[in-house]
Structures are given as C-alpha cells and as structure tokens.
C-alpha cells in the first residue's frame, strides 16, 4: 500500500520539501528519482518527524501499530501532527510515502551494533525495519 495522493500532497506540505523538488509531483505526479531528490526528501523527513518511543512506553497497551493508516494518523493526523514515533513507525511510514511519490522501495530488515567512539564493538542488537532504494537515476 501506498499512500494517496492527497496525503503524499499533505506530506510534502509538512516535510516543506524544496518547491523545485515538489512542484513536479504536485503537477505531473512525478517526481525525478535521483540521488538529489531522495537526499532532500529524506532530510525533510528526518527534520520532521523524531524518532521517539512515547507510544511504548506510555499508551495503555505499549504496542506499536504499523499499519499504514494508523501511522499517517499518527504523525500527520490532526491530534498527532509532526509526532514522529518509534523507529519502525517512521521507516515504515517513509516507505509508504517514498511508494507513494513513484519510488521503487522495499523493507527489509536490519541489525546495528552499539559504537564508542564511532567504532563498532559489542554484539548485534534487534532487528530493525530499513528501506532501501533500488531505481535511482544517476546525476550527471
């Protein structure tokens, strides 16, 4: 599932990606698939939305929903704007926004080591949700 395009419009509104880089989709649908744009994008969106763990810890279940409704709600719904949300739910949900601006992307999970000092050392934690982008245009 991708999102529609009123919520991606609604999206990049509130990401306040460049209006070079918007006015392509917010006209055409298309957006060009570059290193460039994705790099401002995904700026955007980290700018925007934190990473927090507040639905963990203090919702009466302390479960994490990652379906793609109940995430847009969350961060872009009128009660939640701007939340942000625990890791998953923001990768997850910039998945679903990059499908919905044309990308070819897709989940996959990951694992990170604790650093000191920026080396890594320790053993593996979790898995993690990731996304990766496989159909980029090179920049001449």
């Known amino acids: 599932m991708s999102f529609t395009r009123a919520q991606v419009l609604s999206w990049l509104d509130t990401i ?25 994008i995904m700026r955007c969106q980290i700018a925007t939305f934190s990473y927090e763990n507040l639905a963990v810890h203090y919702s009466p279940t302390h479960l994490v ?28 949900f910039f998945h679903h926004m990059l499908r919905g601006l044309g990308f070819d992307v897709y989940m996959t999970g990951v694992r990170n080591r604790t650093r000191v000092d920026g080396i890594p050392c320790g053993e ?8 990766s982008v496989f159909d980029l245009q090179p920049v001449c």
């Open 124 to 131: 593996y934690q979790g898995w993690f949700v990731h996304w």
């Open 65 to 92: 929903n990652i379906q793609p409704d109940v995430l847009y709600e969350k961060m872009m719904g009128t009660n939640h704007r701007n939340r942000g949300g625990y890791c998953m739910e923001v990768s997850i």
């Open 16 to 40: 306040q990606l460049p209006q070079h880089l918007a006015q392509p989709f917010i006209e055409t649908q298309t957006l060009p698939k570059t290193f460039e744009s994705l790099r401002a």
